[in-house]
């Protein structure tokens, strides 16, 4: 009896090097221009090759300009040259572009799953943090470094020592107006941000099942805030559905053939984890975050919470220093909280599905007075999709920017940001210190609940909304 973990991960081992570690077959390679064209030089410089061009592939995604109108020009002082270096790179090595101005261009982990890069049952790394948002499609995949990067690129392998596994099971039905981001902050906020630190996480039960591909990407995408090595869920008929005539996906026979073997990728009944979590979707609720952590969430409806409540995963200075920092007090109400911004964009939340969501809402409203609201689609067939849609002009008449395909400011590496001190409500991942700006306060929550704040101009629950 096996999980579906440990068939992957059988099915790939190259060798035993003893000690926990084993050397793994890698199948995809994906970069992107902060890291990827770094670790493409390096390898020319040793005077190594990349072993297999057609299984890696590169994006523009991290530093780029995602204002109308961009070109290589960035707002970061030095984004051009981690654009020009990534593209002279990778053409050099021969690998597959998504290069500014390609239909195919977005952030790496929207692009993969919408192309059919990532497949069931494959491995697949990439120097950035989220890539464990991929296995939401049944692939063990994982984020590595640059110098990792380097080895797999010119091995095909990677000297991996082999995590824990752990078995996350939700149980029911999410409520209307839950999302897949609100039960992942329930998980943080019950579990901790340490909670899953050396596992693989095993997301599972009918909750998960009733998801799409876009809400398990989410769930998949924030196991890195809850320190795990990676998540997986396991294939089904919504996969396969999902990623049947992708430009990347197997066609033909070879679908059949790949649909047969990718319908054993679960964890068999008796297989063993080293932890299990068991929950009930019905108490989940829409959550915001109230500090600096992103286990430092609550239901939108509950105050900012005492210190006892949240002692198992916090000492008492960082408690203090998350209420300081966001300028927040125990026993108070968030909801109502004015907001100088609102943020929809990020791997985690910017596919198609969270724009439909949002913009149901933003549709016949405006973004109130005062309040910068930005929508930056996840990649440019995302945008090009919701134009056809007419979200764009949603989005427009509402009062947002409407953006090209991009990072932008889950984190100001591209070099924009949110003023000083300025109170956020964001649909990223990450909430710590100065993550959108200098000091900026950071709240993280659904798409649904970014644009219902910014329509009140202040932080508010989506389900007093109506549609």
Known sequence: MRTIFEKIWAEHQVAD??????????????????????????????????????????????????????????????????????????????????????????????????????????????????????????????????????????????????????????????????????????????????????????????????????????????????????????????????????????????????????????????AVFDRTITLDAGAVAPMITWGNSPQHAVPLDQPVPAFQDVADHNTREAYDRALSYMAVTPGAPLVGLPIDAAFIGSCTNSRLEDLRRAAALLRGRKVAAGVRAICVPGSSRVKAEAEAEGLDRVFLDAGFEWREAGCSMCFFAGGESFGHRQRVVTSTNRNFESRQGPETRSHLASPETVAASAVAGRLADPRLLEV
């Open 17 to 270: 090097l003893g000690g926990g570690t084993e050397l793994l077959l890698v199948d995809r390679v994906l970069l992107h221009e902060r890291t990827g064209g770094v670790a493409l030089e390096s390898l020319a410089a040793a005077g190594r090759k990349v072993m297999a061009p057609g299984q890696v592939f590169a994006t523009m995604d991290h530093v780029v300009d995602t204002l109308p109108g961009r070109g290589d020009r960035t707002i970061m002082p030095t984004g051009t040259a981690f654009i020009t270096a990534t593209r002279a790179a990778a053409r050099a090595a021969g690998i597959t572009l998504f290069d500014l101005g390609d239909p195919r261009q977005g952030i790496v982990h929207v692009i993969s799953p919408e192309q059919g890069i990532v497949l069931p049952g494959l491995t697949l790394v990439c120097p950035d943090s989220h890539t464990c948002s991929q296995g939401a499609l049944g692939a063990l995949a994982w984020g590595i470094g640059s110098t990792e990067a380097e080895h797999a690129l010119a091995t095909g392998t990677l000297r991996v020592r082999r995590p824990r596994t752990m078995r996350v099971t939700v149980n029911g039905r999410l409520a209307q107006g839950v999302t897949s981001k609100d039960l992942a902050l329930h998980i943080l906020a019950r579990h901790g941000a340490g909670g899953a630190r050396g596992h693989v996480v095993e997301y599972a039960g009918e909750a998960v099942r009733a998801l799409s591909v876009e809400g398990r990407l989410t769930l998949c995408n924030l196991a890195t805030e809850f320190a795990a090595f990676t998540a997986i869920i396991a294939p089904d008929d919504v996969v396969f559905d999902y990623l049947q005539g992708r430009p990347y996906a197997p066609k033909g026979a070879r679908w059949d053939q790949a649909v047969a073997a990718w319908r054993q990728m679960y964890s068999d009944d008796g």
